[in-house]
């Protein structure tokens, strides 16, 4: 079945410093690929919806300039989390929804990000 | 704006049982989808079982099956003849049709326990 890849999977940073988490799908274009974030033992919540070639559409209460998020091709979605925090440590996931299936969405395994 | 509501924290059964997660949600919209995903210890979001609104039968894939009621808005799922690899967090998600910049919201999850 469709396959998305996210990478990477475990990165520890220093406070003060910028990462990046890459989403990519694997077989099949996406248009719209989708941001969560997940704190432990919680549900996973929308951080922001990334459509290929545009600005992405942010939730509420999530912080453009320091969640980056860049969609340039139709399999390459990025997120950068500018000058992290150790508030900032979470398990991030991206989806990506494949039009060929009926608009099924599927997940990437998902990153842990820890600032130290 | 969609809600999910999961109103079962925690669950647990014996291995080879039947057992129901419930899960309702809140919309105005008249076609849409919902979704049951599986989230193992190892984090991986895996697609259970997905229905469109607009189906009046109830989607089933192999032990799994749901009891879609679309004017009482609830939506659970079923697993029969349960599984030690069943246990998992679930969580019952909902997306409004495609053309729509929203990804799919989340209810609060429900951790099941497959007792040996």
């Known amino acids: 079945g469709a396959v998305v890849s996210q990478h990477p999977s475990r990165v520890i940073c220093k406070s003060g410093t910028s990462v990046k988490i890459e989403c990519r799908s694997l077989?099949?274009?996406?248009?719209?690929m989708f941001w969560y974030r997940q704190f432990p033992k919680q549900s996973l919540m929308l951080m922001a919806t990334?459509?290929?070639?545009?600005?992405?559409?942010?939730e509420q209460g999530v912080e453009k300039d320091k969640f980056l998020i860049n969609h340039a091709s139709l399999t390459l979605s990025t997120l950068t989390v500018t000058s992290a925090h150790p508030e900032d440590s979470s398990f991030y996931i991206c989806?990506?929804?494949?039009?060929?299936?009926?608009?099924?969405?599927?997940f990437g395994e998902g990153s842990w990000l820890t600032v130290v | 704006a969609q809600t999910v509501t999961q109103s079962q924290p925690e669950m647990s059964v014996q291995e080879a049982e039947t057992v129901t997660l419930s899960c309702t949600y809140d919309?105005?919209?008249?076609?849409?989808?919902l979704f049951w995903y599986k989230q193992p210890p190892s984090r991986q979001m895996i697609l259970v079982i997905r229905?469109?609104?607009?189906?009046?039968q109830n989607a089933t894939e192999n032990r799994f099956s749901v009891n879609f009621q679309k004017a009482a808005k609830s939506f659970s799922l079923k697993i029969s003849d349960s599984q030690l690899g069943d246990t998992a967090m679930y969580f019952c998600?909902?997306?409004?049709?495609?053309?729509?910049?929203?990804?799919?919201?989340f209810g609060k999850g429900t951790h099941l326990i497959i007792q040996p």
């Open positions: 229905q469109e609104a607009y189906k009046q």
């Open positions: 989806s990506a929804r494949d039009q060929g299936t009926g608009n099924t969405i599927y």
């Open positions: 077989d099949f274009q996406a248009t719209t």
């Open positions: 998600a909902f997306m409004k049709p495609p053309g729509g910049a929203d990804g799919l919201t």
């Open positions: 990334s459509n290929e070639g545009s600005k992405a559409t942010y």
């Open positions: 919309t105005s919209e008249s076609n849409y989808y």
